[in-house]
């Protein structure tokens, strides 16, 4: 259930990781070619969060919007404001999003609406910044209320943190890439999100992203994983595995 990002902390909750000294993941990448393995210490993927935004103001005749609270302008005003949450909270050296993914609001020409609604994500790459930007949007919306008359509910949906991998078994998992006839190579972190990083915060080790071969991305349509790319990653994998247990023996 890793894309509801609730997998990870229910099988966490079974117990049946408790003793667990070291643990492994993967994922398949098609920016990387078949035959390639990628890794790095420290964040590799970012921290998802969803949020969702409801406007009441007041509705009024689009000729006379002066007996009106117009939700739309204040849309306008929050669409602005958010992008100032990273370019004037978030260091130029961190990386962080904020997208806006849906608005909807009114339905029909001459008619200045009720209400509107704003959905999107933050994705963040420390915990510091996570808190940071949840803490100023709440305050962005709370001075817009203000300033407009209205009402503005922040709904804050936190999803997986980011996968932190431990400098050590990155290391220790390149090498074995290595001796099974991959190419390693260190990579960039990704704004995409895994919930493999709530084991991580539970146990060390590594996620390692595995070539598949693209030319399209992770949930396009036409997605399709390389076969080439299957066997040799399930001989990685048992590899990992055993020679793992020989280090921490």
Do not use: C
Not at 142 to 158: K, P, T
């Amino acid at each position: 259930a890793e894309e509801t990002g609730l997998g990870a902390p229910d099988l966490i909750a079974t117990g049946a990781l408790d003793e667990a000294a070291v643990i492994f993941g993967i994922h398949n990448d098609p920016t990387l070619p078949v035959g390639v393995v990628g890794g790095k210490e420290g964040a590799l993927t970012a921290g998802v969060d969803r949020f969702e935004i409801k406007v009441a103001a007041k509705g009024a005749h689009a000729a006379k919007p002066h007996e009106g609270n117009d939700p739309i302008i204040i849309v306008g005003q929050i669409i602005s404001a958010v992008q100032t949450l990273i370019s004037r909270n978030v260091p130029s050296d961190q990386n962080a999003v904020v997208s806006i993914t849906q608005i909807h609001s009114g339905s029909t020409w001459n008619v200045i609406p009720d209400t509107a609604y704003l959905e999107g994500t933050v994705r963040t790459f420390s915990s510091e910044a996570r808190a940071l930007i949840e803490q100023r949007f709440r305050a962005l919306l709370d001075g817009l209320a203000a300033a407009f008359g209205a009402q503005i509910e922040f709904l804050w949906h936190a999803g997986p943190p980011s996968v932190v991998n431990t400098a050590e078994w990155v290391d220790f998992a390149l090498e074995q890439a290595s001796d099974v006839g991959f190419e390693a190579r260190r990579i960039d972190a990704s704004p995409i999100g895994e919930d493999f990083a709530f084991y991580q915060q539970k146990i060390p080790g590594t996620f390692m992203m595995v070539g598949s071969g693209g030319p399209w991305a992770l949930h396009h349509p036409k997605f399709r994983v390389d076969d080439k790319a299957l066997f040799p990653t399930a001989q990685y994998l048992a590899q990992l595995a055993v020679n793992a247990l020989n280090k921490l023996a």
